[in-house]
């Protein structure tokens, strides 16, 4: 096989592969308008009740009422920061944490049995002691999001840590590698398609970290939005939030999904 058929497969293959993410772009974006199409629809032939479901027209509305005096980019703006910095931390401290565990077996086996316990509390009853704690503030709505994540990012990363192959990690010491050598060399990019999906799944957790923060502890931010409009019963400021609150996890699923694309892509080269 010569070069110039490899080549043409190549551009076949690319080819192929940019029509798969084209079609799968226009089926979301189908999907998103057959479901609005059949909400307004429903909310004009009275088949729901408006005031209750809203629709999207009264969402529009909506947003076009807040951006006027820019409550709502405020409010965004402010989740918006608050899950980003949550997730950052969430990263750094999982990373760090699990690079101790790999390195150490003896803290591992004390550790790990706590950290399982921690996972499994409940997060929402941990927010009223951070307030308590903490102080009704904007630290403690991060700390409250990375809560959520932390203690589970750190048991995945470890685990996928644990799981790089051992004849690889022989094959360094072998050649006189030492332990961060192994980690730098071996184990951390072994382990770089867990990262990736570990990064996907807190994305989604510091999001919803962070809103239970900001139902108890804040005064601006999506959180504060959905309970002062459920309070006052304005619920296309509610509805309007919760869209709001999908489109930024879509959003940030998918930069990290073209990180994830943008790596392969280096991997394979």
Excluded at 150 to 176: N, P, Q
Aim: net charge positive; proline share 2%.
């Amino acid at each position: 096989m010569n070069n110039e058929t490899l080549s043409l497969r190549q551009e076949e293959y690319i080819r192929e592969h940019r029509r798969h993410h084209r079609l799968v772009a226009f089926l979301r974006f189908l999907l998103f308008f057959l479901f609005a199409a059949l909400w307004e629809i429903s909310a004009d032939l009275h088949w729901i009740d408006a005031f209750i479901f809203s629709s999207p027209s009264r969402i529009v509305m909506t947003i076009a009422d807040m951006s006027r005096d820019c409550t709502i980019f405020r409010h965004t703006g402010i989740t918006l920061y608050e899950t980003l910095l949550s997730f950052a931390l969430v990263i750094l401290v999982s990373f760090a944490a699990a690079t101790v565990l790999w390195f150490s077996g003896t803290i591992s086996e004390i550790l790990e049995p706590w950290l399982v316990i921690l996972n499994s509390l409940p997060k929402s009853a941990l927010a009223p002691l951070l307030i308590v704690w903490l102080g009704a503030n904007t630290g403690t709505i991060i700390v409250a999001g990375m809560s959520v994540a932390v203690f589970g990012s750190i048991i995945s990363m470890y685990t996928a840590f644990r799981e790089t192959d051992e004849e690889k990690i022989k094959l360094i010491c072998t050649l006189g590698g030492n332990r961060l050598q192994v980690l730098r060399c071996v184990v951390i990019p072994s382990s770089t398609p867990s990262i990736i999906s570990i990064l996907k799944v807190n994305i989604g957790l510091c999001l919803v970290g962070v809103i239970i923060g900001e139902f108890l502890a804040a005064r601006e931010g999506l959180g504060y939005l959905i309970i002062y409009a459920s309070q006052i019963f304005k619920l296309n400021y509610l509805i309007t939030a919760l869209i709001i609150l999908c489109a930024i996890a879509f959003g940030l699923y998918q930069i990290i999904q073209k990180l994830e694309h943008r790596i392969r892509k280096a991997r394979s080269l």
